[in-house]
């Protein structure tokens, strides 16, 4: 039974959820609100738990591999998720280990196994966090449609803590050599992502309906960008350039980089290429993700402001700053400034 009490000059109310942790809730002040008043919400807090805690015993929770391929539809033909190949690989993996048990069965203690365990089979870590962001969200998802009501064993057990924010930037000595090793292809690919600041689903699977030449934009659909919002791309004189040759050589392909018939197919093909460019231009340590590094830390250090960079590639200005922004000099200079006023 839950109880109401003053806490300051407040009513507050005292009552166990569903999940039998002590909630507190303030209702209002004294004088505007009355005991009475803050009993009566309380009473109807949990008459609402008891209806809850009654649905959940005639709902039967399923097993992780029962809920998983409901979840994978979901995913993939309502979400549209563009990362759905890695979150059916996340669930597979996890399945494998806890697939016959009950969602209701799996502990942050189990959560915490599947970490040592694929640790010790030679996983990254920042895999193992990809991977448990995903089974995260299965948990969130069985929950939100009464088909768990228990607390979500991964938020319980934590997500390892990741220290790899170290950028590596191609110098232009580098972005040279590189272009000279690599295909026209492979080329046309990596002028596209230096000049933009796209993602590598967002440039390797470009389709000619979201450009616009005439108005100068690229539009990236919400369901094509990481944060699932529309982004809008302008298009400088050596993207367009690019888009007019492989336009020449498109012969009707709504692609506009068509390098294989499957998503993983043309994945496969730009590491393989880039890797290859890379060691005959003698370059070492730079990944495809690093073109969108190079691209900001350019436009940072031409003084591009923040929040314009934030809109043109899709990473929050906190982001930035943080990683790309050279913080001590900008502060350094921030109060220099203010000494002109003295």
């Given at each position: 039974m839950g109880?109401?009490?003053?806490?300051?000059?407040s009513w507050v109310i005292e009552y166990k959820d569903t999940s039998n942790k002590l909630r507190r809730k303030t209702i209002g002040k004294v004088g505007i609100v009355t005991k009475t008043m803050a009993r009566e919400i309380l009473y109807q807090n949990e008459r609402q738990i008891k209806r809850k805690q009654l649905d959940m015993l005639d709902v039967v929770i399923p097993s992780f591999n029962g809920i998983s391929s409901e979840y994978l539809h979901h995913q993939k033909e309502v979400k549209q998720i563009r990362s759905y190949s890695r979150t059916a690989q996340a669930v597979s993996?996890?399945?494998?280990?806890f697939g016959t048990r009950k969602l209701s069965e799996i502990s942050a203690s189990d959560i915490d196994s599947y970490k040592?365990?694929?640790?010790?089979?030679?996983?990254?870590?920042?895999t193992i966090v990809r991977d448990l962001v995903v089974i995260r969200h299965l948990f969130n998802y069985a929950y939100n449609r009464k088909k768990f009501f228990g607390?979500?064993?991964?938020?319980?057990?934590?997500?390892?803590?990741?220290?790899?924010k170290k950028e590596r930037i191609l110098t232009t000595v580098e972005q040279e050599r590189l272009l000279n090793n690599s295909?026209?292809?492979l080329s046309a690919i990596i002028r596209l992502a230096l000049n933009t600041g796209m993602r590598r689903d967002e440039f390797l699977f470009l389709k000619w309906g979201w450009v616009n030449l005439q108005e100068g934009l690229i539009t990236l659909p919400h369901t094509h960008t990481k944060s699932n919002k529309s982004r809008k791309v302008p298009i400088n004189k050596?993207?367009?350039?690019i888009l007019l040759e492989k336009k020449l050589q498109s012969d009707g392909n709504n692609n506009v980089f068509h390098v294989s018939d499957t998503m993983s197919g043309s994945r496969t093909w730009l590491?393989?290429?880039?890797?290859?460019?890379?060691k005959q231009a003698g370059i070492e340590g730079l990944r495809i993700h690093d073109l969108k590094h190079t691209a900001?830390?350019?436009?940072?250090?031409?003084?591009?402001?923040?929040?314009?960079i934030s809109k043109i590639v899709g990473t929050s200005i906190k982001l930035i700053v943080d990683r790309y922004s050279h913080q001590k000099e900008s502060l350094k200079k921030a109060v220099d400034i203010l000494a002109n006023y003295s």
């Open positions: 109880t109401v009490f003053k806490r300051g000059d993996h996890f399945s494998k280990l040592q365990r694929r640790l010790k089979g030679g996983i990254k870590l920042n607390r979500n064993p991964v938020s319980e057990s934590g997500l390892p803590q990741i220290n790899d295909t026209p292809e050596v993207v367009r350039k590491q393989r290429t880039f890797r290859k460019a890379c900001i830390t350019r436009m940072v250090e031409a003084g591009i402001p923040l929040i314009d």
